[in-house]
Structures are given as structure tokens and as C-alpha cells.
């Protein structure tokens, strides 16, 4: 270890100075105030001319660089909200369409088909009077031919049974009076 | 054992020029006084000279230092203690490089002399004086007289507050200086135990041990100490500048 005799060494130039201690020693501070005046000018330039004015116009660049993000990423997601109320407007509206539409043709059809079942009624009904009228027809003179025959038969039996025929009028007035009953 | 003095010694370099019968010579003081404002020049200039958008390390540092500088100014002095700002800026980083520059083995620190301090000091105290009775005129003595205390005590009061704003210069250099000095001193006494008992064998091996870890943990509470005395600096600075914009309160 060279450490002693460094100390040493290192001893002597400090007395060689006199000795005392060295921020004290009034003899220096003639060079380091003309040191510090020239060096701490210097700063003071560079800073006030140079450095402050580059990062405040650094900082400044990026604020509104960030608040013009900021604005247009509001415009943006306005015009997105539009966008998007837009839409829902047309897509509440074409259902709004859609449903008028299906109940239009839901009534439509209805009306329709009413319209069309009244006239198969009313067709139906007619053919049904018609038939009745016919089965009607169909049965006086079912029930006329009925009478004749009765009275013909009526007539035959009792020539059979008495052996004489009774007139035609009694035959029939016979028949009616059976027939009433 | 080194004479822990000695790093303090103001050695002459380069002979420069002759005044009369004064020489002018570059000395180890002034070269780190320059090392000092090369430093601020490379950080606050050479990082920021891309002008970076989206800064990278080295121009965030510079940010982070402008912005640390110029939130100190506003919250003790307001927005008007910005035209302050160079002046402020310059000593901060002024006293923080000469600092944290003295921390590395063979430097010279050039804070640990007073006249440098003391100089740094005044400066702000002629500063705060100037430009008080510069924008406030008279209105600027107000500083003196505080509100709110009865006439009778009103002249000892006054009396003290002159007396505690002429002492601020002292107070304002010494703490820089004596805090600078101090740690040196205290490293050069405890690395010279360490080459002391390195001498005296394998026991004295194990012994230097001991102030060994000790210079290392003083260099890491020295590094705080370098930046935390340049911020106390800097924030006196700043309220003794907020009493020549605000000399009322």
C-alpha cells in the first residue's frame, strides 16, 4: 500500500500553501469570483436564451399537439354517435314500416277473406232455399201423387172388400181425412 | 493519514493571461466550474436538440429537470415568479452538477467554497432587493412589518425581521457550504482509515473494512446530499424571491 507515503506527499503541497484552511484563504477568491462570474454568465445565457425557450417551446408543441388530438378524437366519436343515432333512427323506422305494412296486409287479408267467406255464405245460403224450395216442390208433389195413389189404392181395396166401388170423391175425402191425422 | 484538507486547496493549472501584476490561471476550481455549465449545456441542450415529440431518456431528464424547476417557482412564488425562471434554473443545475461532480474521486468541489456560496447567495439577496424596490417602490419595506401584531412589539418585531432578512445571505451560503465541506471531509477521514489500517496486515484488512462500507454508504448519502442541498438552495431562492414580487404578506 502506497498510502503513507502519498499521505505524504500529499501533506507537503499543503503546507507549501501556507498552510490554513483553503476556503478561508482570501488570496484565492479573486480567480474564483472572475471563474464563477464568467461561467455562471454563460449559464445564464445558454438557459435564458437557449434551453428554456427550446423546452418550453418543446413542451408547448406537445400540449397542443395532445389537446388537438383530444378535440378531433371528440369530434370523431360525435360524428360516431350521429352515425350511430342515425342508424337507429332508420332501423326504428323501417320496423315501424315493416309492422304497418304486415298489419295493413293482416287487415287487408282479413277483410278479404271475410268478404270472400260472406259471398260463399250468401251463395251457400241461396242454394240452400233453393234446394229447400225444391225439396219443397219436390215433396207437395211427392205428397199429391201419394194422395192419388192412396185413393186409388183406397178405392181398389174397398172394391175388393165390398165388392163396389166407391166414388172417386169419397175415396179421396177418406184419404185427406186419414192424411190430416 | 491524508490531511483531509487538502482537496480543497485551489491549485493552479494553465497559466492564461496577466493583468498587471495578477495572474490569471485556469484552476482546478474553474475547470469543474466549467465541467459544471458543460454538463447543463450537453443536458439541456444536446438531448433536446431532436425536439422529440414523444421524448426518449436523455430529453426526459431534461423535461423532468425543467418542469422540477419551474413546479418549485410556481407553488412557492406563483406563476410571476417565472420571469425568475432562468436565473432560478441556472443556479439549480449550477449547484447540482458542481455538487454531484465533487462526489467523484480527484475532483475538486466547487461548492465547498464559501466564496462561491456566498457570491450565489448574494446574488439572489441583491436580486430580491433590486427588483422589490424596483416594482414595489417603498411598498417593498412592507416586508418588514408583518401584519396583525400590536403597535407596542411592533418596532421589536420589525427589528427582527430586519435583522433575519439580513442574515438570510449567511444562512443561505453557509448551509451550501458547510453541508459540501463537511461530507468531504468526513469521506476523506473515513477512506484514509481504510488505507491506514490496509497497511497493518491481514488484521488490519479486516478493520478497514469496516470504514470501507462506511465510505460507501456515506458516497450514497452524499449523492443526496449534493442533490438535496441544490434543491434547498433552489427553494430558498424561490421564497426569498416571492418576498420581492409579494412584499405584503
Known sequence: MAQPTQA???????????????????ETYGSQLIWLGLCFVVLYVMVAKLALPRMASILADRRARIDGDLAEAVRLKGEADAAVATY????????????????????????????????????????????????????TAAMTNVRGIAVDAAGAIVAQLVGKAPSQAAAAAAVDHVLKR | MADPIHQFEI??????????????????????????????????LGTTAGRQLVPGRLQSMAEVTYEFVADMIRSTAGEQGMRFFPLVFSLFTFILFANLIGIVPYTFTVTSHIVVTAS??????????????????????????????????????????????????????????????????????????????????AVGWAGASLPLIMVVAITALEILVAFLQAYVFTLLTCIYLNDALHPGH
Open chain 2, 120 to 201: 450565489l447567495a448574494l446574488l439572489v439577496f441583491l436580486t430580491v432587493i433590486v427588483y422589490g424596490l424596483y416594482s414595489h417602490g417603498l411598498g417593498f419595506f412592507r416586508l418588514f412589518v408583518p401584519h396583525g401584531i400590536p403597535g407596542y412589539i411592533l418596532p421589536f418585531v420589525v427589528l427582527i425581521e430586519i435583522v433575519s432578512f439580513l442574515s438570510r445571505p449567511i444562512s443561505h451560503s453557509v448551509r451550501l457550504f458547510a453541508n459540501m465541506l463537511a461530507g468531504h471531509i468526513t469521506l476523506k477521514v473515513f477512506a484514509s482509515f481504510v488505507a491506514g489500517l490496509g497497511t497493518l496486515g
Open chain 1, 88 to 139: 337507429e333512427k332508420a332501423l326504428a323506422d323501417a320496423r315501424n314500416r315493416a309492422h304497418t305494412i304486415a298489419s295493413e296486409t293482416r287487415e287487408r287479408l282479413a277483410r278479404e277473406s271475410e268478404a270472400h267467406r260472406k259471398s260463399v255464405e250468401a251463395d251457400l245460403a241461396r242454394q240452400l232455399t233453393e234446394a229447400e224450395k225444391t225439396i219443397a216442390a219436390g215433396k
Open chain 1, 8 to 26: 505524504t506527499t500529499e501533506h507537503a503541497p499543503a503546507s507549501g500553501h501556507g498552510g490554513g484552511f483553503p476556503p478561508f484563504k482570501a
Open chain 2, 11 to 44: 491549485v493552479n493549472l494553465v497559466p492564461l493571461a496577466k493583468i498587471g501584476s495578477t495572474e490569471l490561471h485556469l484552476t482546478n476550481s474553474a475547470l469543474f466550474m466549467i465541467v459544471a455549465v458543460a454538463i447543463t449545456g450537453v443536458l439541456m
